[in-house]
C-alpha cells in the first residue's frame, strides 16, 4: 500500500496568539472541584473556566470560549463560555426530590452540574426519592436547567441502572423521541412493483444470512452462484438503510446523533428504531428485501473479473449461526454445504493474500457474558475467530474496498468527491521507536525503510513469536504503537488492512458513516453528485461517538467482570501480566480474562520495587524479582468494587518462587473484604484497554 502523507494542521504553523475577545471551538472538560478546561484543538495549553462563566455548559459540551485578556495566577489562559455548540449529554440519571409545589432532580454523576428543576406536571409517576432518568428541555441562562422525567427506574434491578448509566454519561440517549419512532411506523413493509423494477433483481439466487447466534439485526448477506466459464459469482448485499432513513429526517438526524449502536453484555442500544433495525431492513429469512450489493464475478482462485455496484432485492434463504457455518466447515456435510466450502475456500485465500500484501495479522481476545434472566453474568465464554468469521469478515472488506476504489476514481469539478474514508495513518514513531528498541532485545530486528517494511517486520514477529513466552508482551506493545482508525474525507489509505481505498458501507443499521457511503455512492451511480460541504464535520463527529461506544462497551463488560468476580473473594488463579506501572501491574486471568490491579503497596513486604519504563517492568533492588508484561503468575482476588468498576489482586507467591523472597514476605492474606487501592490508580490512558487497534472488534460485528 502506498502512504500517503497528511497535509499539515494548518493550526499548528504558527503558535497560537490570544487577543481579548478572541473565540474557540472546543470541548469542556469539567474537574471533580468543579472548575472547567476548554480543550482547543491546535493550542498547547487549554483555557480555564470558572463554574460562574459555564453559562449553561456542562461537561463533555462542545462550546465557544471567549478569552479573557489576563491570564490566570497558573500563567493559564482563562475565558468564558459564550455558546454550547452541541450537547454531549441531555439525559441523566439520579434522584427525584418532591416538594409541595415543585420537585429538583438530583444527578448522580461524578462531574458537578447543577440540579434540575421539573415541575410537577412532569414528574411522570415518579415519587418522592425515586430513582429516575430525567431529559432537559430547557435552559436559559442565570436560571436551573428544566427537565422532565422520561423513565421511573426499577430500585431493585441494578444491573439496568449501571448500564443505562454508562451509556448516559457517554452521551447515549436511552430513548428515541416521539416524533422519530411515529417517523418509523409510518414507512410501509409493503415494496411496490415500481421499485422493484429500478433494481437488480437477484432474488432467485441461492442467499444466506451469518451471524451471531443472539442477533436480532441481519445487515448482510452473501449470493452465490456459478456463471459462465466455470465461474462463480458471489453477492455482497447489504441492507439499503438510505431508502428508509431519508437526509433532514428526524431519523436521519437522530441517527446521525447517535451515530453508531452501543453493543453492552445484555443489551444493544440502537442507532436506529427498532421497527427499521430489526424489521424493515433486517434480511431476515423467506423475506423479500431492499439492498445494496457489491457483486463480483472471479475464478475458482479468486482472481476477479468484473464487479458491479449496485441497489437490488434480495429473497434470504436461509439464516445461518456463525456455530452452524462452523460446523459445515469442519464435518463437510450440511445444508449447502458445497456453497459453503467455495465461499470458505475463497476466504481463504483473500486472507492469505491480504496478509501477504502488508495486512497486519494482530489478533486479539475477547470473552462473552453468560446471563442469568436478570442479567447477572453466571459464566465466561471466550470468543474464538474461526473459519466462520473470517468468512464473512474477508467478503465484508472485499465489498468495502470496492466501493472506496469505486468512489476514489470520480471527480467533480476535478477534485475528488467528497466521500467518508475509513483511514488508518502509519505508527507514530515516538511510541515505534522505543518498542523497537525493546523488540531487538529477543532478537526481533525491524526494517524501517518503508511503511510497508515496517507492515512486513511486524507480521514476521508475530510469526517469529507465536507460542514464545514473550509473544504477549510483544503483541501488547505492538499494538500500541499503531493509530486510531477514524473517518475523514482525506485519503490516506488503511494501513492496518494494507488498502490504498477503504470505507465502510457493510453495516449500516448500525454505522451512520455506512449510510453516508450509501448516499454519496448511489450520487455516483446516477452521475448527480451533490457533494457534502459539512462531511469532514460529520466524519469527525462519527469517530468521536464510535470512540465513545468503545468506552462504553469496554465501561459495561468490566462491569459485568467485577461483579462476575464478586462471587471468587479470596479464591486463587492463573494470570498473565497484561500492564505494568509505577504503581503496580494489571494481571489478567487465563480463565475468565478478568483484568485486575495488583497495587505496589502489597508488594512493600516483599521488596522495595521500582518502575523500568525502558523494559516495561517493575524490579526489586533487593530480590532482583521482576515483573514484566506478559509473565504467568498466581493472584489471589482482593477486592472487587462494582461502584468504581475496578479489581483488586494480589501476587500469590509459589513454592518455585519462595526461596528468591526475603522470609519476612511469608505473611497471612489481607482479608477479603479490604479496601480497593486500585480507585487511586486508574488505568492510564495508554494501557492495554484502551487500545483501539483497527483488528480490535467485537465479533458481533463485521470486522471494520
Known amino acids: ?60 459540551d462542545t462550546v465557544q470560549v471567549k478569552v479573557n485578556g489576563h491570564p490566570g495566577r497558573s500563567g493559564r489562559a482563562t475565558g468564558e463560555v459564550t455558546e454550547v455548540l452541541q450537547r454531549k449529554q441531555l439525559e441523566f440519571l439520579g434522584h427525584i426530590e418532591i416538594s409541595q409545589s415543585f ?43 428544566q427537565g422532565t422525567v422520561i423513565q421511573v427506574m426499577d430500585a431493585s434491578d441494578s444491573n439496568d441502572q449501571s448500564m443505562k448509566e454508562i451509556l448516559l454519561e457517554n452521551g447515549f440517549p436511552i430513548f428515541f423521541p416521539e416524533n422519530v419512532l411515529e417517523e418509523s411506523e409510518r414507512l410501509s413493509d409493503l415494496i411496490p412493483a415500481a421499485e422493484i423494477a429500478r433494481r437488480h433483481d437477484m432474488r432467485d439466487v441461492l442467499t444466506f444470512t451469518i451471524d451471531p447466534v443472539d442477533a436480532r439485526d441481519f445487515d448482510d448477506a452473501i449470493s452465490i452462484r456459478t456463471v459462465d466459464n466455470g465461474q462463480i459469482e458471489i453477492g455482497v448485499h447489504i441492507a439499503d438503510v438510505s431508502h428508509y432513513v431519508e437526509p433532514d429526517t428526524a431519523l436521519d438526524k437522530e441517527a446521525y446523533e447517535r451515530a453508531t449502536s452501543v453493543y453492552l453484555p445484555d443489551r444493544v442500544n440502537p442507532m436506529l428504531p427498532e421497527r427499521i433495525s430489526n424489521e424493515l431492513c433486517s434480511l431476515r429469512p423467506h423475506e423479500d428485501k431492499l439492498t445494496f450489493s457489491a457483486i463480483f464475478r472471479m475464478t475458482p482462485k479468486g482472481e476477479i473479473k468484473q464487479r458491479w455496484i449496485g441497489r437490488t432485492v434480495i429473497h434470504s434463504n436461509h439464516r445461518f449461526t456463525y456455530e452452524e457455518v462452523q460446523e459445515i466447515i469442519e464435518q463437510q456435510t450440511g445444508l449447502y454445504q458445497a456453497e459453503i466450502a467455495t465461499l470458505n475456500a475463497l476466504a481463504q485465500r483473500f486472507r492469505r493474500h491480504r496478509f501477504k500484501k502488508g495486512a497486519i495479522n494482530f489478533s486479539s481476545t475477547e470473552v462473552r457474558f453468560k446471563l442469568d434472566p436478570k442479567g447477572k453474568p453466571i459464566g465466561i465464554v471466550v470468543k474464538e475467530n474461526k473459519e466462520s468469521h473470517q468468512l464473512i469478515e474477508e467478503f465484508m472488506l472485499l465489498a468495502n474496498r470496492a466501493v472506496a476504489e469505486y468512489v476514489g476514481k470520480i471527480e467533480v469539478h476535478k477534485k475528488p468527491v467528497p466521500f467518508p474514508y475509513r483511514v488508518h495513518d502509519t505508527p507514530d514513531k515516538e511510541k515505534l521507536l522505543p518498542f523497537i528498541e525493546f523488540a531487538k532485545k529477543y532478537g526481533i530486528v525491524f526494517d524501517l525503510k518503508t511503511p510497508e517494511s515496517i507492515a512486513a517486520s511486524f507480521n514476521r514477529m508475530l510469526q517469529d513469536v507465536h507460542g514464545k513466552p514473550e509473544q504477549h508482551v510483544l503483541e501488547t506493545l505492538g499494538i500500541r504503537t499503531m493509530a486510531k482508525a477514524i473517518y475523514t474525507t482525506e485519503n490516506i489509505g488503511h494501513y492496518g488492512l494494507g488498502f490504498e481505498h477503504y470505507c465502510h458501507f457493510t453495516s449500516p443499521i448500525r454505522r451512520y ?21 459539512k462531511l469532514e464535520v460529520k466524519c469527525r463527529h462519527s469517530s468521536e461517538r464510535e470512540r465513545a461506544a468503545m468506552d462504553s462497551e469496554r465501561a459495561a463488560n468490566k462491569y459485568k467482570q467485577v461483579e462476575y468476580m464478586q462471587g471468587f473473594l479470596g479464591e486463587e488463579f492463573e494470570g498473565v501480566i497484561s500492564g505494568v506501572a509505577s504503581f503496580g501491574f494489571w494481571v489478567e486471568t ?26 516495561y517492568l517493575l524490579a526489586g533492588r533487593r530480590s532482583g524479582r521482576q515483573f514484566r508484561i506478559g509473565d504467568k503468575l498466581t493472584i489471589r482476588v482482593v477486592a472487587a468494587n462494582l461502584t468504581k468498576r475496578q479489581l483488586d489482586y494480589e501476587w500469590v507467591i509459589t513454592a518455585p518462587e519462595s526461596p528468591e523472597v526475603p522470609a519476612t514476605s511469608q505473611r497471612k492474606p489481607r482479608p477479603a473484604h479490604r479496601k480497593s487501592t486500585s480507585a487511586r490508580h486508574p488505568a492510564p490512558r495508554n494501557h492495554p484497554a484502551s487500545r483501539n487497534h483497527p483488528a480490535s472488534r467485537k465479533s458481533h460485528k463485521k470486522k471494520e
Open 590 to 615: 487465563v480463565e475468565h480474562k478478568c483484568e485486575g490491579l495488583v497495587s505496589i503497596n502489597s508488594l512493600l513486604d516483599i521488596d522495595d520495587f521500582r518502575y523500568v519504563e525502558s523494559d
Open 103 to 145: 420537585a429538583f432532580f438530583i444527578p448522580e454523576m461524578d462531574k458537578p452540574m447543577p440540579d434540575i428543576y421539573v415541575p410537577l406536571s412532569q414528574l411522570n409517576g415518579a415519587a418522592n426519592n425515586d430513582k429516575v432518568i430525567v431529559r432537559i428541555t430547557e435552559w436559559e441562562k442565570s436560571k436551573k436547567p
Open 1 to 60: 500500500m502506498k502512504s500517503k502523507k497528511k497535509k499539515p494542521n494548518k493550526h499548528n504553523k504558527h503558535k497560537t496568539q490570544d487577543h481579548p475577545s478572541r473565540r474557540y471551538t472546543g470541548t469542556l472538560d469539567v474537574t471533580r472541584s468543579g472548575m472547567g478546561f476548554v480543550m482547543i484543538e491546535g493550542r498547547d495549553q487549554d483555557v480555564l473556566v470558572r463554574p460562574s462563566d459555564f453559562n449553561t455548559a456542562l461537561h463533555g
Open 513 to 533: 458513516p455506512d449510510v453516508l457511503v450509501h448516499r454519496i455512492l448511489q450520487q455516483c451511480l446516477d452521475q448527480k453528485i451533490d457533494p457534502d460541504k
